[in-house]
């Protein structure tokens, strides 16, 4: 599976019809249509497609023809996603109607193409599933934890400082965290 960390965006053209492509991390998700359209009165159409894991590790898919013919575009959206392998994402895409019908076909051509377009120019990365990893450690072993913690590219920390010590919440994937963990006991 594949995913991306920064918002993206591309246009596609067909017979005058101008097709503007947003795809997001899923968190940018909530609100984006709506502010879209507000940013683009005089298009017709803002079309998404989205899809995400749950806290069961179960793919969510969603889709929207926003006015487009059933199944023309949301459908065709959300296709290219599943095959691209994308998660944790969702595309918008703004639809200026150029004068021209596309017909049924030409749309949901239209909008997978705008899609395949916006992943194209995106920076797509490997997904891997974070974990969180919590920890307590005495005052004195704040350096050798930090050392530790920079020499495994562990970036994702917060610490919280009590009476009897720290309290450490990190993050990353499955790897480093095994990692840190064994290097933690040798240390201990």
Same mark, same amino acid.
């Given at each position: 599976?594949?995913? &991306? ?5 591309? =246009? ?12 997001? @991390?899923?968190? !940018?998700?909530?609100? /984006?249509? !709506?502010?879209?359209?507000? #940013?683009? @009165?005089?298009?017709?159409? =803002? ?8 806290? $069961? ?11 487009? @013919?059933?199944?023309?575009?949301? /459908? @065709? ?22 004068? &021209? ?33 919590? $920890? ?8 050798? =934890? ?5 020499? /495994? !590219? ?6 919280? $400082? ?8 990190? #993050?990353?994937?499955?790897?480093? /965290? %095994?990692?840190?963990? %064994? ?6």
């Amino acid at each position: 599976m594949r995913t &991306i960390e920064t918002s993206s965006v591309a =246009t596609y053209e067909i017979k005058r019809s101008k097709f503007i492509a947003h795809l997001v @991390p899923i968190s !940018e998700y909530k609100g /984006l249509q !709506e502010k879209l359209k507000a #940013q683009n @009165p005089k298009s017709n159409h =803002t079309v998404y497609a989205l899809r995400y894991l749950n806290e $069961f590790d179960q793919i969510v898919e969603n889709s929207s023809d926003d006015g487009e @013919p059933k199944g023309s575009s949301g /459908l @065709p959206s959300l296709n290219v996603l599943r095959g691209e392998e994308m998660i944790n994402v969702a595309v918008l895409i703004v639809r200026y109607f150029g004068g &021209i019908k596309l017909g049924v076909g030409g749309i949901a051509r239209a909008y997978g193409n705008a899609v395949k377009e916006v992943v194209a120019v995106s920076n797509v990365i490997n997904y891997e599933k974070m974990l969180n990893y919590d $920890f307590h450690t005495s005052y004195s072993e704040i350096q050798r =934890t930090e050392y530790l913690l920079g020499k /495994l !590219e562990i970036v994702q920390v917060e610490r919280t $400082f009590l009476n009897d010590g720290v309290h450490w919440i990190i #993050q990353s994937n499955e790897k480093k /965290l %095994e990692a840190f963990k %064994e290097q933690q006991c040798m240390r201990s």
